[in-house]
């Protein structure tokens, strides 16, 4: 359980609802299982800890035919909250079924995306409450029976009361006759005797109706001591009820009966009978509680409510409380005489649900902001241009974000399966050696706990070229300060060290390429100083011819390195004018059959008018040639072609039938500084002539490219616009 709800962040809330005095407990997934229950519900429930993992059914198989899990299953599928009051639940509480009410509710909490993962249950045995207002309801109806039968006493006694009124005129009537008789007393003996037997007649039915208003006199009797003995008994039963009750009579409200836990509940003593509640309480007046009271006293309907905050002068100080009460109207000879009030105090409660729900809200802005904030960094981090890779104790990599994923050319999930140092691939030193495990700039950080930076180490890939990555590592520790793993940053830096590496070949190509006609040069000269009046005119003029050829390549070398400046600081110089591309060939083209027997083909569109640059772009075409014939010395045929693509544009390819360029170089071709190498052979020049021709043809607005397919020859192109 501890696990389950750390996991989701509310721990401390949990230890709130253990301390609480509320019954609280959690249930998980459709089975219902008891997640949490704090002690006040074990104790509602009757059971121990040992409930707790169960499902409900498990747990409580009593419930059984019971509605409460169809109606938690309910809340489950539908997410919608559900309160019920003063319902019965039958318990099996030290193996006695027990029946109690409960007003409880269960609340499906959602995560943030709406998703059910767990129900709150909270519940409150307000069994003694409905056994108190039961008690009351059975005496009122005890007193509505022993009225109803008053009633029907008195109305007895009032018919008899109306014979006895007949009787007694008719004995009033006879009373009359005697005298009349007596008056003809002489008339006749007979006649006397007659009347006489009469009266005795007449005077036996009244002793009969007599002993009747005597009985009926008798049974108003015992009727008003049943009264009496019931008025008894309702004292006592507020006296004793475990919960704060008192009569409250006529509209001034006096206190008539009150327990000894409402003189507790509003800090009085028994001095307050036969005092009005306002009068004693004057702050009462305006409040809720004070306006139900009264509408229950005016209408004869009985009112409640729960955790009713009410304002009370209690011990001299006005005290915020909060309390859940219930006005039932006392009823006298069917007319609402008075109120009875019963009330119990939950400010504890509602105090520590206020708190809890305000520990909630804290709860929800925090992660609300920490929602926030991992949006964020993860948005850095999705965005970053380096590489972000995140590993645990063992080395193994837990996080890799896209660029990273880029980088290696792997799926998160594919990285999540290696570690940093990963057999798979080769890490490597920089001068090409492979690179030992304790050497690995991670494996530098975890084993002294320290930052590394910018440690630069090269990467092989089965079947790819080598890529070499500058990484930065940085360790992780917990709250104890142990290692936990580390943050690696890294970007590729296969340009960065492929320039490098190309400035440093180029200044060991220049020096060399510079040094050979220098020496040539120098060679022809001396041998000329020291022995230009013994040489024959034909060793000097050759002397000379190598001197100039020497010059002539140093001029070349010389003015690579110059346009090359120029290109990098923005100085190349345009000078356009209109020319046809036959011209073009013409110009730039004619003396490579002196150098070459390779036949040179030109084709398309020539007659083509451009404005450019003619030197310059006669010198890409050189360029372009050149390398063809350098590179593909066994192509018979260099196609040269000009192909107009649309209106505004041309396209002019220099193609051959040598060897091919691998795929993985041709993005490198017009770089500055390199050079390709084409099965082993070597060949003089810087390595500038590609990256001069790209910036001439940008300079022009055009495009520049290869095409090649290993054993299918190469294809160089550039376009203009027209």
Excluded at 104 to 114: M, S, W
Aim: proline share 4%; with cysteine.
């Amino acid at each position: 359980m501890t696990h389950f709800f750390y996991a989701l962040g509310i721990g401390p809330l949990l230890e709130i609802l253990q301390q609480s005095g509320d019954a609280t407990a959690i249930y998980t997934g459709p089975e219902l299982t008891i997640q949490f229950a704090n002690d006040a519900i074990l104790a509602m429930w009757g059971k121990d800890n040992s409930v707790i993992g169960k499902t409900l059914q498990d747990a409580l198989p009593e419930l059984k035919g019971q509605p409460f899990t169809a109606i938690l299953n309910q809340v489950w599928e539908t997410g919608e909250m559900y309160k019920a009051q003063e319902m019965p639940a039958t318990l099996d509480i030290r193996g006695e079924l027990i029946t109690s009410y409960f007003d409880f509710t269960f609340k499906a909490v959602t995560d943030k995306d709406g998703k059910i993962y767990c129900i709150l249950h909270t519940a409150k045995d307000v069994t003694e409450l409905v056994e108190a207002r039961r008690i009351v309801l059975e005496k009122e109806n005890y007193e509505q029976e022993i009225k109803e039968e008053l009633r029907a006493s008195n109305e007895e006694l009032r018919l008899n009361n109306a014979k006895l009124g007949d009787s007694n005129k008719i004995i009033h009537d006879l009373n009359q006759q005697i005298r009349k008789e007596n008056n003809s007393l002489l008339s006749g003996n007979k006649k006397f005797q007659d009347d006489i037997t009469n009266l005795g007649d007449l005077n036996k039915d009244l002793i009969s109706r007599n002993e009747e208003l005597k009985d009926l006199n008798d049974t108003i009797t015992k009727l008003n001591n049943k009264l009496s003995e019931s008025d008894l008994s309702f004292s006592n039963l507020i006296d004793q009820a475990p919960v704060a009750i008192m009569l409250l009579k006529g509209d001034r409200f006096i206190i008539t009966m009150i327990n000894d836990a409402m003189l507790e509940l509003i800090d009085k003593d028994h001095s307050v009978i036969g005092k009005s509640l306002f009068e004693i309480f004057p702050e009462l007046n305006g409040q809720p509680a004070a306006e139900m009271l009264i509408e229950t006293f005016r209408t004869g309907k009985p009112n409640s409510d729960h955790s009713n905050p009410v304002i009370l002068n209690r011990g001299g100080q006005l005290e915020h409380g909060y309390f859940t009460f219930n006005y039932t109207p006392f009823i006298e000879d069917g007319k609402v005489t008075g109120v009875i009030d019963m009330a119990v105090e939950v400010t504890p409660q509602v105090l520590a649900i206020r708190e809890r729900e305000e520990i909630i809200i804290e709860k929800s802005l925090l992660e609300e902001t920490l929602l926030k904030s991992e949006q964020r960094l993860q948005g850095i981090l999705e965005t970053m241009a380096e590489g972000v890779g995140v590993i645990d104790a063992t080395g193994r990599l837990v996080y890799a974000n896209p660029m990273a994923q880029h980088i290696l050319g792997l799926s998160e999930s594919k990285i999540k399966e290696r570690t940093y140092d990963d057999p798979q691939w080769q890490n490597l030193r920089l001068d090409g050696s492979p690179l030992p495990s304790d050497e690995h700039p991670m494996s530098i950080m975890m084993s002294t706990g320290k930052p590394v930076y910018d440690h630069e180490i090269g990467v092989q890939a089965p079947e790819r070229e080598i890529m070499y990555i500058s990484i930065n590592a940085a360790p992780l520790f917990d709250a104890e300060g142990n290692l936990t793993g580390g943050i690696g940053t890294f970007m590729d830096v296969t340009t960065r060290r492929m320039i490098s590496q190309g400035k440093e070949d180029f200044i060991s190509i220049a020096s060399h390429e510079l040094k050979t006609p220098v020496t040539a040069l120098k060679a022809s000269l001396q041998l000329l100083q020291r022995s230009h009046d013994r040489l024959p005119p034909e060793s000097r003029a050759k002397l000379l011819n190598q001197s100039v050829t020497s010059l002539d390549k140093l001029s070349g070398l010389i003015n690579s390195l110059l346009d090359t400046s120029r290109i990098e600081q923005g100085q190349l110089k345009l000078e356009k004018r209109p020319f046809t591309i036959s011209e073009l060939f013409d110009d730039c083209c004619s003396n490579f059959s002196e150098i070459t027997s390779q036949e040179i083909i030109f084709q398309g569109d020539i007659d083509q008018l451009v404005v450019a640059d003619n030197q310059q772009i006669g010198q890409v075409m050189i360029n372009f040639i050149t390398n063809a014939i350098k590179y593909a010395p066994e192509s018979k045929q260099i196609l040269i072609t000009a192909k107009k693509i649309s209106d505004h544009e041309i396209k002019i390819s220099v193609r051959d039938q040598g060897p091919g360029i691998p795929k993985e170089k041709l993005e490198h071709l017009f770089k500055r500084y390199y050079r390709t190498n084409y099965h082993g052979q070597k060949f003089t020049g810087l390595g500038l002539g590609l990256f001069i021709s790209g910036d001439i043809i940008k300079e022009h607005g055009g495009k520049v490219g290869v095409e090649s397919d290993q054993g299918q020859g190469s294809e160089f192109w550039f376009t203009l616009p027209i």
